[in-house]
C-alpha cells in the first residue's frame, strides 16, 4: 500500500468509525436488555490505556514557513481528534522574545491560549521550554540566570492549568560536572515549581541527557516528586558528526526508554518516516507502547511528528493511526 493511499484508508475508516459510532448511539436509545451494556463494554475496550495530545512542535514549519498562527493550535488539534495540547515556548517568538519576555506579554500569551483552549474544549497539558539558558551549565551564575527565565514558565504553566513544564538538561559534557550541574539546576527550579503545584519534566533531547542511565541518574539524585522526566521515543543522539545533523553515537532507543519511564510523568511519540504499511520506519511502536504500558503510565502521549516525507497533517494524523493500532496490539 503507498503511503498516500495508507493516509487515505486511514481518513475513510476514521469516518466509517464515526458512522459506527453515530449508529452505536442510536442503538442505546432502544434501551432493549442487555444491548446498552454490551456496547459500553465493547467502547471501554476500545479505549487505549493513554490520552492523546499533540506537540506544538509537529507544526513547528506551517508557524515559521507558513506564517500560520500559532494561536491556531487548539482549533487545528480538535480538528485531529486529540483532547491535550502541549505547547512549545519557542513558536511563539519573535513576540514574546522582542518584548523580553515581559509580565505583560507572557500574560497575554496565557490569555489568548487559554481562551482557544477553552473555546475547543482541550487541555492544556504542558509547555516546553527552549532557548531560556542552560540548565547543567557549570558556570553557577549563568546556572541561576537560566532558572529565573525558566520560572516565567511555571508560572504560565500554572496559570493555564498545566500539570508540567518540559525542560533541556545542556550545559557540560563531562558526565560528572554534568550530572553535578543538573541536579541543582533540577532542585533549585523544581522547588520554585512545587509552589506552582508544576512538575519538571526533563526530555532525552541530545547530549548527556540522551544517556538514558545517566539521565535516570540524576531523577534518583534530585529525589524530587515533581522532578521527572518526558521519555521520548527517537530523541536519543549523544553525538553527531561534526558539522552536520547525522548521528554519530546512538543509544539504543528502547532501552532508554526503559530507564525514563519509572520518572515518566509524560511521553512522547516521535515519528519521521512510514513505511507502506503505517508503520515507522525505525521505531517499533508496539515495543515502545509495551514499554509504557508495562510501567503502568496512563496519561498522555504527545504525538510529535518531525518528518519531511509527509506534510504535517498527514504525518501528525498518520503517527496517531499509528499509535491506536499498536495499542490495539496490546490488548
Known amino acids: 500500500m503507498k503511503r498516500r493511499k495508507f493516509i487515505l484508508n486511514s481518513s475513510r475508516a476514521g469516518a466509517a468509525l464515526s458512522i459506527m459510532g453515530i ?32 506537540a506544538q512542535w509537529s507544526i513547528h514549519k506551517m ?43 507572557m500574560a497575554a500569551f496565557v490569555e489568548k491560549s487559554n481562551a482557544e483552549a477553552e473555546k475547543y474544549g482541550l487541555e492544556n497539558v504542558l509547555i516546553m521550554i527552549d532557548g531560556q539558558g542552560n540548565l547543567a551549565v557549570s558556570d553557577e551564575n549563568e546556572r541561576n540566570e537560566t532558572i529565573e527565565k525558566h520560572k516565567k514558565w511555571v508560572d504560565a504553566a500554572a496559570a ?31 522547588t520554585y515549581a512545587k509552589t506552582k503545584n508544576i512538575n519538571v519534566l526533563v526530555e532525552n533531547h541530545g547530549g ?30 549523544i ?55 508495562d510501567h503502568g503510565y496512563t496519561g498522555f502521549i504527545g504525538v510529535e511528528y518531525e518528518g519531511s516525507e509527509l506534510d504535517e497533517e498527514a504525518g501528525i494524523l498518520a503517527t496517531k493511526e499509528l499509535l491506536l493500532e499498536a495499542a490495539k496490539k496490546l490488548g
Not at 38 to 50: G, L, R, S, V
Not at 210 to 234: I, R, W
Not at 251 to 263: F, N, Q, S
Open 63 to 105: 508557524i515559521r514557513e507558513d506564517k500560520v498562527d500559532p494561536y491556531t493550535f487548539a482549533e487545528k488539534a480538535k480538528n485531529w481528534g486529540f483532547t491535550g495540547l502541549e505547547y512549545v515556548s519557542q513558536l511563539y517568538n519573535p513576540e514574546l522574545e522582542e518584548a523580553g519576555y515581559s509580565e505583560e506579554a
Open 208 to 237: 548527556l541527557s540522551s544517556n538514558g542511565a545517566l539521565h535516570a541518574e540524576v531523577m534518583k539524585k534530585v529525589d524530587m516528586d515533581n522532578c521527572g522526566t518526558l521519555p521520548d521515543f527517537g530523541n536519543f543522539c
Open 23 to 54: 449508529y452505536a448511539c442510536k442503538e442505546t436509545k432502544k434501551k432493549e436488555e442487555g444491548t446498552e451494556e454490551a456496547i459500553t463494554t465493547e467502547n471501554e475496550a476500545a479505549a487505549p490505556f493513554f490520552k492523546l495530545s499533540l
Open 239 to 293: 553525538k553527531r558528526k561534526e558539522g552536520t545533523w547525522d548521528c554519530e553515537e546512538m543509544y539504543d532507543i528502547y532501552k532508554g526508554v526503559e530507564e525514563l519511564m519509572p520518572y515518566a510523568k509524560a511521553v512522547s511519540a516521535k515519528s519521521h518516516n512510514f513505511d507502506e504499511d503505517g508503520n515507522e520506519t525505525e521505531i517499533d511502536y508496539a515495543k515502545m507502547l509495551k514499554i509504557v504500558k
Open 160 to 190: 493555564m492549568g498545566c500539570h508540567a513544564v518540559r525542560v533541556n538538561l545542556n550545559g557540560s559534557n563531562d558526565p560528572d560536572e554534568w550530572i553535578q550541574n543538573s541536579v541543582d539546576g533540577l532542585t533549585k527550579l523544581s
